[in-house]
């Protein structure tokens, strides 16, 4: 009697995933990867999100550039990005490398944090570059 030609071995690999499925495993993997305590990140644009801090009730505006690294004569600097607990930059802010926005501060949109900037905390800043907001 003949025998029938066994089944071929089923892989166990999973199924191949979709790149709407990657891109949302690497959406829902960002909180960690940011340092995001519980605060709220409305921008996409953050090139090396293991040098951003983003404290507790603190709140990334639309389109914000949180800038960790530079290039200045052909040499990357990197450094990180501390946004402080409660703190608010605008839409379309940009904080550049090594800046830091104090805890309760606001920074109004289009606004640009220098390099290596420190803005105290509780204080209202704006302008390109930031500087601190009469009223």
């Given at each position: 009697?003949?025998?029938?030609?066994?089944?071929?071995?089923?892989?166990?690999a999973?199924?191949?995933?979709?790149?709407?499925?990657?891109?949302?495993?690497?959406?829902?993997?960002?909180?960690?990867?940011l340092?995001?305590?519980?605060?709220?990140?409305?921008?996409?644009?953050?090139?090396?999100?293991?040098?951003?801090?983003?404290?507790?009730?603190?709140?990334?505006?639309?389109?914000?550039?949180?800038?960790?690294?530079?290039?200045?004569?052909?040499?990357?600097?990197?450094?990180?990005?501390?946004?402080?607990?409660?703190?608010?930059?605008?839409?379309?802010?940009?904080?550049?490398?090594?800046?830091?926005?104090?805890?309760?501060?606001?920074?109004?949109?289009?606004?640009?944090?220098?390099?290596?900037?420190?803005?105290?905390?509780?204080?209202?800043?704006?302008?390109?570059?930031?500087?601190?907001?009469?009223?």
């Amino acid at each position: 009697m003949p025998s029938t030609p066994a089944a071929p071995p089923r892989s166990c690999a999973p199924p191949p995933r979709t790149l709407l499925d990657i891109l949302r495993a690497s959406v829902a993997a960002w909180p960690d990867a940011l340092a995001l305590d519980d605060g709220e990140c409305e921008t996409h644009w953050l090139p090396e999100p293991d040098l951003v801090r983003i404290r507790d009730g603190a709140v990334v505006g639309r389109a914000c550039v949180v800038q960790t690294h530079l290039f200045h004569d052909r040499v990357m600097r990197l450094d990180t990005v501390d946004i402080g607990p409660g703190a608010v930059p605008g839409p379309h802010t940009i904080a550049l490398p090594g800046s830091r926005i104090g805890g309760n501060t606001t920074v109004g949109p289009a606004s640009l944090v220098m390099a290596a900037e420190h803005l105290p905390a509780g204080a209202r800043w704006q302008g390109n570059p930031a500087h601190p907001s009469r009223g």
